[in-house]
Nanobody, 120 residues
Framework: QVQLVESGGGLVQPGGSLGLSCAAS????????MGWFRQAPGKQRDLVAL???????NYADSVKGRFTISRDNAKNTVYLQMNSLKPEDTAVYYC??????????????WGQGTQVTVSS
């Protein structure tokens, strides 16, 4: 069984920074493309940032230049560094990705989410 566990959310003032981590555990052979999504109350869940297995990245226009996604394949962990945070960044942030198990099965997984609140 594979699990994704996010950590690092919390309350931060506008203009501040916060770092999120997503640790994958279980019978893992490889993390493939991994991403961070977010969902604000009453809104749909949207892609924030994506990183491929090769390290290529893609960002939503709203976070370009402020957020950075990275990964540590040895630790099966994906990160999201968020700088210059704005109130509109307030949401539950979810880790998502395609993970190949040691049995050779690739499945898409979601984490449980972590709350990020940007407020003075």
């Amino acid at each position: 069984q594979v699990q994704l566990v996010e950590s690092g959310g919390g309350l931060v003032q506008p203009g501040g920074s916060l770092g999120l981590s997503c640790a994958a555990s279980g019978s893992i052979f490889r993390l493939n493309a991994m991403g961070w999504f977010r969902q604000a109350p009453g809104k749909q869940r949207d892609l924030v940032a994506l990183i491929t297995s090769g390290g290529s990245t893609n960002y939503a226009d709203s976070v370009k230049g402020r957020f950075t996604i990275s990964r540590d394949n040895a630790k099966n962990t994906v990160y999201l560094q968020m700088n210059s945070l704005k109130p509109e960044d307030t949401a539950v942030y979810y880790c998502n990705g395609d993970i190949t198990t040691r049995r050779g099965i690739t499945t898409n997984y979601w984490g449980q989410g972590t709350q990020v609140t940007v407020s003075s």
